[in-house]
């Protein structure tokens, strides 16, 4: 039969907190191991005799707590290999913040039996003296997780070993990332003991006071929390019978026009640099999601946590280079694989064939012209390098100057060469969308920029002649080009 490890829980405070269980069993060892002496209840057993070896030496060499832990358990795992039994004691509950008993159940458990022996928890404290049930809600996180942890604000929550200043510190600035700087804080100390003591302060004095190492910061429910929760919440509001009246009138179709508008605000924000604009722009625009995710639940069609759960698995099945087996070394591969892979999500030849030019209709033209090309290429129909498409430009231009002559297909004509143009972008890697866009905000600044030389001159612009104006619009290309535009 294998050897037992008995992992003991001491509870929170001192023996008095000690199931009776628990303490006859430490007594009755000839040995007992401690994850640390540095506990009231280890204190008091060494006062009444009980011989206990603690693995305080090992926090005192190792420079992580990953290498303090993996210490410990091989530690155990030999004295395993001697005894039959061996009593291993932990502060508060062993499967309440405890490290170490996880790794005992990834790393001994499979030899040996391991048999937990629960006791009160820090936890337990902390309603006691603050008050609350825990059915209401409440999330423990380690302070190493607050940066990935998901707030909602709806619940209490439990940062524990928070153990000095330093580490205060950085819970400081991590909650103050998405709760108020005033919200209030409770930092609860040596709850049970003698010592116990609690201060109520605003999280920006959090880490004024004293820590150590049964130190725990507690945050009560607050509905000032940022959070992508807080936003889905606000918009149930302003759609609610006791909501906004226009939000309320709402729907999918009104608010084209404002998706459009925020998605161009967006990207002219980004044009000009506007780091501040656009991160105002991207909550309107992220505003617009969630709006039309709230109808859709009130519509009974899908609800946001589905608009969630879709790119998600998306992103992830798309991804199979990062999330899966699969290589992908360059962007380009990431292409060919993001490719695949949406092909073989349509569900049939059928589908394929009548989703192959599966654009938007309200794409603007030069994007779908640049799409469209992109598709057939990928499956043969293209030039194999520039001088295919160079030739079409200047094809189908000729074609325009005869379409203008006869008076007849002019318009035809004029759209063939937009295409070729647009092709032959692709070959030279630019974004035609993007070129003609800033062609136009040139044109803009030049333009705005003879007007005002005009005025300098003393000369209304609107009264000049098309070739006096050509000669600002030149003073003004060439100051643009020197740098002079100021």
């Known amino acids: 039969m294998s050897s037992c490890l008995h992992v003991i829980g001491l509870g929170p405070a001192g023996l008095e907190q000690l199931t009776l269980g628990n303490y006859r069993r430490i007594c009755s060892a000839?040995?007992?191991?401690?994850?640390?002496?540095?506990?009231?209840?280890?204190?008091?057993?060494?006062?009444?005799?009980?011989?206990?070896?603690?693995?305080?030496?090992?926090?005192?060499?190792?420079?992580?707590?990953?290498?303090?832990?993996?210490?410990?358990?091989?530690?155990?795992?030999?004295?395993?290999?001697?005894?039959?039994?061996?009593?291993?004691?932990?502060?508060?509950?062993?499967?309440?913040?405890?490290?170490?008993?996880?790794?005992?159940?990834?790393?001994?458990?499979?030899?040996?039996?391991?048999?937990?022996?629960?006791?009160?928890?820090?936890?337990?404290?902390?309603?006691?003296?603050?008050?609350?049930?825990?059915?209401?809600?409440?999330?423990?996180?380690?302070?190493?997780?607050?940066?990935?942890?998901?707030?909602?604000?709806?619940?209490?929550?439990?940062?524990?070993?928070?153990?000095?200043?330093?580490?205060?510190?950085?819970?400081?600035?991590?909650?103050?990332?998405?709760?108020?700087?005033?919200?209030?804080?409770?930092?609860?100390?040596?709850?049970?003991?003698?010592?116990?003591?609690?201060?109520?302060?605003?999280?920006?004095e959090m880490d004024h006071g004293e820590y150590d190492h049964l130190t725990t910061i507690v945050l009560p429910p607050n509905?000032?929390?940022?959070?992508?929760?807080?936003?889905?919440?606000?918009?149930?509001?302003?759609?609610?019978?006791?909501?906004?009246?226009?939000?309320?009138?709402?729907?999918?179709?009104?608010?084209?026009?404002?998706?459009?508008?925020?998605?161009?605000?967006?990207?002219?924000?980004?044009?000009?640099?506007?780091?501040?604009?656009?991160?105002?722009?991207?909550?309107?625009?992220?505003?617009?999601?969630?709006?039309?995710?709230?109808?859709?639940?009130?519509?009974?069609?899908?609800?946001?946590?589905?608009?969630?759960?879709?790119?998600?698995?998306?992103?992830?099945?798309?991804?199979?280079?990062?999330?899966?087996?699969?290589?992908?070394?360059?962007?380009d591969d990431v292409i060919v694989t993001w490719d695949k892979i949406k092909l073989k999500e349509k569900q049939s030849e059928a589908s394929k064939e009548s989703d192959f030019f599966s654009d938007p209709k309200g794409l603007p033209a030069l994007m779908l012209a640049t799409s469209t090309q992109r598709k057939v290429g990928k499956i043969g129909f293209d030039w194999s390098d520039i001088e295919g498409p160079w030739a079409k430009v200047l094809e189908e231009l000729k074609e325009l100057e005869n379409a203008l002559a006869d008076e007849v297909g002019i318009r035809e004509e004029f759209g063939d060469l937009l295409f070729a143009v647009v092709n032959l972008s692709r070959f030279l890697k630019l974004d035609a969308e993007e070129v003609l866009r800033d062609t136009i905000h040139k044109f803009q600044r030049r333009f705005l920029k003879m007007v005002e030389l005009s005025k300098e001159n003393g000369i209304d612009f609107e009264l000049l002649s098309l070739e006096q104006m050509d000669v600002f619009w030149e003073k003004a290309k060439s100051q643009e080009k020197s740098g002079n535009m100021e």
């Not at 290999?81 to 309440?96: A, F, L, N, Q, R």
């Not at 899966?324 to 070394?329: I, K, M, S, T, V």
């Open 223 to 331: 509905t000032e929390v940022t959070s992508f929760n807080r936003l889905a919440k606000v918009m149930k509001t302003l759609c609610s019978e006791g909501g906004c009246a226009w939000d309320r009138e709402q729907t999918h179709e009104s608010l084209k026009k404002y998706l459009i508008e925020e998605s161009y605000e967006v990207i002219d924000a980004i044009e000009k640099q506007d780091m501040y604009n656009l991160c105002e722009e991207l909550g309107d625009l992220l505003l617009q999601v969630v709006f039309h995710a709230q109808i859709a639940t009130e519509a009974g069609t899908f609800g946001l946590k589905d608009v969630l759960r879709e790119v998600i698995q998306k992103m992830i099945r798309r991804h199979p280079h990062v999330f899966g087996e699969e290589r992908a070394e360059t962007a």
């Open 30 to 204: 000839n040995k007992v191991f401690a994850r640390t002496a540095q506990h009231p209840c280890v204190q008091d057993l060494v006062a009444e005799g009980v011989c206990i070896e603690s693995f305080d030496e090992i926090y005192a060499k190792e420079n992580t707590f990953e290498e303090v832990y993996e210490k410990i358990i091989e530690h155990l795992r030999q004295e395993l290999s001697k005894s039959p039994e061996v009593i291993y004691t932990v502060p508060g509950h062993p499967m309440v913040a405890e490290k170490t008993v996880q790794l005992i159940g990834e790393r001994l458990a499979q030899e040996y039996e391991v048999v937990i022996h629960p006791a009160m928890s820090f936890v337990d404290e902390i309603f006691r003296v603050l008050k609350f049930d825990p059915i209401d809600g409440v999330s423990i996180i380690n302070y190493s997780a607050l940066k990935d942890f998901e707030h909602t604000g709806r619940e209490w929550l439990i940062v524990p070993q928070v153990y000095n200043k330093l580490i205060a510190s950085e819970v400081k600035l991590d909650l103050m990332e998405v709760y108020p700087d005033d919200a209030w804080v409770y930092v609860v100390q040596a709850l049970g003991t003698t010592y116990e003591h609690i201060d109520r302060l605003p999280l920006y």
